[in-house]
Structures are given as C-alpha cells and as structure tokens.
C-alpha cells in the first residue's frame, strides 16, 4: 500500500496492490519498473514474514518510472498476510500444557494430541483451537498440517513419540520437534531407521528439542520449544547454531547404544512412563541399552 507520496506519482496515495506467492497481483499501484520492484519485495515478505517500508524516488531514480515521466516519490508498506501457523502438539502432560500456553502467547494456532482425555481436554487447554483425546491412529488421519505449520511431540513415551515422529517426517510441516535425551533420540532413531525413514527425514527433526539455552525446568523447556519455532517462522539464521539435529545427535561418533532384537527384527524393549505421563523417561531394552 501507498503510505506517502509527494509531487507526481503513477497512481494516488492509498493505491493497494495484493501480491501472491507466484508473482500474480490483484490491483495496482501504477505499474512500471517500481511496481516490479515491489512485487519482488512483497514475494520476499511473503516467504520471511517480515514487513518492509520501501522509499522510491522517481525524480533521482528515472528508471522506476520509465514511460511515465511523473518525477515523485512515494513511500510503499509492503506486509504479508498470512494466517497464524497452527502448532500440533502430541502429548498434554506438564511440558505439553506449558508450550501450549506460550504458543498461544506467540500467536500460533493451538491442537492438542493425546490419547487420555483425563490430559487433553478442555479445561487442561483452553487456548486449543482443538483437541484429539482418543487413539493416536485415529486423530492422526485427522490432521491437515501444511508447509507453515510446527509438530512438537512430548507423549508419555518412547514408544508413542516414535508413532508421532513417524508420522511428522511425512508431511510438509516448517518444523518438527521431539523432546527428550540424547539416548531417546538415538533409541527413536534406530527405531524408525528400520520403519524406512530416511537420513533425510531425520534431518528436518529438531531433537533434542528447543533451543540449547540450559532448560531445565517444564516453565524454560517450553520457553525454549516455542522460541525455536519463532526462530524457524521467522527463518532466524542467528539462531541456528543453537538448534539440535536429530540425525546429527543420533549418529554421532562415540555413540554407545545397542539394541537386541526379537525374532521379527524389532528391538525388544520395556517403556517406562512418567506418573503424570511426562515425555523423554526411561526406556530399557529387554537386554541392555
């Protein structure tokens, strides 16, 4: 939008002009070489998020107004209109709960995952825009997540997580975020390597999540989950170096985890959950870990 002009301009101020992802436009505010640059600009904003104030003086820069010979300048704001992206939440225990809360503090949308309705119901979330209390399959299939979306997954097990995980790496969600150890990682990790996941899907997964600030309490860890996802909305490079990769933690030299195997190939284990169904506790395989 025109914000400010002075002297001639190829259009009036006030002139809109809405820019989508692909470069095509509804309106317009006057065309030519300035209206080009502004679509650029606006193309930018939409992949960042951020808004911009451009400055044109067609007076000292001719070329933005070639062909029209108006010799103003103008101030255009130019700010993407996108929707709140939605966070999915696995898991309504104490960290759940507190990220919850934060992201909605964040301005993201809110849906809560969690197979215990005595955790994931209204009263326990009241910022949730939903809430699927009931078999983790079944509320699976009924999620939409899209390329803004955030998946953050803190059930009350190994086990669970992995289910979550496995179904995350398959949708085109911006970020993917799984709480726990070192060890729960790589236990995940050599889990769903020999469900089919690839290398490549490892590595869109934050884990251990949030970012490495010192967290120790539920109140920080869900401070710094949420930070994180504003860090990747926001597509903050600042922050990367104090991000965790998952397939970076898991298959870092020096590594100690061996895993028997039953006779169907998969690891025999016994998952141990928290009393309030807390994520990222014990998990002991039937031989050692």
């Given at each position: ?36 640059a502004v679509i650029r600009e ?27 010979v108006c010799g103003g300048s ?120 020999r469900d089919g996941v690839t ?91």
């Open positions: 939008m025109i914000v400010n002009a002075t002297g001639s301009i190829p259009s009036f101020e006030t002139a809109k002009m809405l820019v989508r992802e692909d470069g095509s436009i509804v309106g317009t505010i006057g065309g030519g070489a300035g209206e080009a606006a193309k930018e904003a939409l992949a960042t998020g951020r808004p911009k104030l451009l400055s044109f003086d067609l007076h000292e820069n001719p070329r933005l107004d070639l062909g029209m103008l101030n255009v704001f130019v700010e993407a209109i996108q929707p709140a992206p939605v966070a999915y939440l696995f898991g309504a225990g104490h960290v759940g709960r507190l990220v919850a809360q934060a992201a909605k503090i964040a301005r993201f949308e809110v849906e809560v995952v969690d197979d215990r309705p005595d955790f994931a119901n209204p009263q326990r979330f009241p910022e949730a825009r939903a809430i699927h209390a009931g078999e983790v399959e079944a509320a699976l299939k009924a999620l939409k997540p899209n390329a803004r979306s955030l998946v953050f997954i803190a059930t009350r097990g190994h086990l669970f997580d992995a289910v979550a995980l496995r179904w995350a790496v398959d949708t085109p969600a911006a970020y993917i975020g799984m709480i726990g150890s070192k060890r729960k990682v790589r236990f995940v990790y050599d889990k769903l390597k290398d490549e899907q490892f590595a869109r997964v934050n884990a251990p999540v949030g970012l490495d600030v010192g967290a120790v309490t539920p109140e920080e860890i869900a401070i710094s989950v949420v930070a994180e996802m504003i860090a990747v909305v926001r597509k903050s490079n600042a922050a990367r170096p104090a991000m965790r990769n998952m397939l970076a933690v898991a298959t870092a030299p020096g590594r100690n985890v061996s895993q028997s195997k039953s006779k169907d190939g998969d690891a025999e284990t016994e998952i141990g959950f928290s009393p309030d169904g807390e994520a990222g506790w014990t998990v002991e395989p039937a031989s050692k870990l």
